[in-house]
């Protein structure tokens, strides 16, 4: 598959980026992130921004391709398209699906199902998908940096 693919298969669509949108987007990612290192909001906040930081950097990078997730599962093709995007590997891929469901329980179903270590992975995933992110726009779309 490929982000064609995705786009011809409806899961993704056109979209006509800018630089100022594509680092809006790096911007949501970063505050994110930042606010993320506040040890005084509960672990599942810190969590859950953590993931929107990881999605942010990853739709920067569709965006910087022409496209934009579809409506309805953009989260799960948002990080699908780090495959086509950055090279991500299936078992990185696998990872960051799981995160996503825990993102998915502790904003819709429960409280305090985040673990310290399971934070620290989230964190390290995003730090490691927005500087993937940003050099990979950097080497391939450098008029949106």
Excluded: W
């Excluded at 993931?51 to 022409?66: F, I, P, R, S």
């Excluded at 780090?82 to 991500?88: A, F, R, S």
């Excluded at 696998?94 to 985040?114: E, F, P, T």
């Amino acid at each position: 598959m490929s982000l064609k693919r995705l786009f011809d298969n409806g899961y993704l669509r056109k979209a006509e980026p800018t630089k100022r949108d594509v680092n809006a987007k790096f911007a949501v990612a970063d505050r994110n992130l930042r606010d993320a290192a506040n040890e005084n909001i509960s672990i599942d906040t810190r969590f859950r921004l953590s993931y929107e930081a990881m999605l942010a950097a990853a739709q920067a990078l569709l965006l910087a391709d022409g496209y934009r997730p579809a409506s309805g599962r953009s989260h799960y093709y948002s990080i699908e398209s780090l495959e086509y995007t950055i090279g991500e590997s299936r078992d990185e891929i696998i990872l960051l699906h799981a995160l996503a469901k825990k993102r998915h329980v502790i904003q819709y179903d429960m409280v305090d199902a985040i673990s310290p270590e399971e934070l620290v992975i989230v964190r390290k995933q995003a730090k490691r998908i927005i500087n993937l992110a940003a050099a990979m726009i950097g080497a391939k779309h450098p008029e949106f940096i």
